[in-house]
């Protein structure tokens, strides 16, 4: 059986930016130069999971297509909703705890965030092919309150609309005594940042292979 392709879209740090260059500090391939060899290790050991979707946001969660859709139609799809798009200013980023790992969250979101989010969601949903039972497994809507167990069945993930929360994780899970030490060190290792939305990027997965960026597309106005 073939390894299924999967799409996401996502929001990336424009490339060559101070954002950019500290995720790949954390998730790319220039760790932090000031951390020994010792440290550089158990950080690749707590970015595993990260590393496979990169350093960004998510807008529409990962995905196969529906039968019928190809990546040409998401491709245009995506080109209408960067049409008549202005930036959108996020302002200061912080280094926080979400539940059990690190992420980079906006300081003070701006309402228009998560608008932004909700269409890019509804969007590029008539392309999603339903999840399987293996996909809905993995994704352990048992543990859903009734509201987030309502917008998984309908949406494919349950950090959608009210539920959803702009975050660029910078770790995987972390058991209990390592979560604050780790948002401790990487806030440390963490310059004053920033975040205005000029784009949208739309990502491909094959099989268990990294993401990897299929075009990132810059707002139109």
Do not use: N
């Amino acid at each position: 059986m073939d390894a299924p392709t999967r799409y996401a879209l996502y929001v990336t740090p424009e490339p060559g930016s101070a954002l950019a260059a500290f995720g790949d500090a954390i998730l790319g391939d220039t760790p932090p130069p000031d951390w020994d060899p010792a440290d550089r290790a158990a950080l690749a050991a707590v970015t595993a999971a990260p590393r496979v979707y990169g350093f960004h946001a998510t807008l529409k969660a990962p995905m196969r297509l529906a039968p019928g859709r190809s990546e040409d139609d998401l491709v245009a799809a995506c080109t209408d909703l960067v049409q008549a798009r202005s930036l959108l200013p996020i302002g200061p980023l912080a280094v926080v705890l979400l539940g059990d790992f690190v992420a980079l969250v906006p300081t003070a979101p701006p309402p228009e965030l998560g608008l932004f989010a909700a269409e890019c969601v509804a969007a590029l949903d008539p392309f999603r092919a339903p999840l399987t039972p293996t996909e809905r497994a993995r994704r352990r809507p048992k543990d859903l309150d009734p509201r987030r167990r309502a917008l998984f069945d309908r949406w494919g993930y349950a950090h959608v609309f009210e539920a959803f929360r702009f975050h660029m994780t910078l770790t995987g899970r972390l058991a209990d005594d390592a979560r604050e030490a780790w948002r401790a060190r990487l806030a440390a290792s963490c310059p004053p940042l920033s975040l205005t939305i000029d784009a949208i990027t739309l990502l491909r997965q094959h099989g268990a292979a990294p993401f990897r960026i299929v075009r990132r597309f810059p707002f139109e106005l």
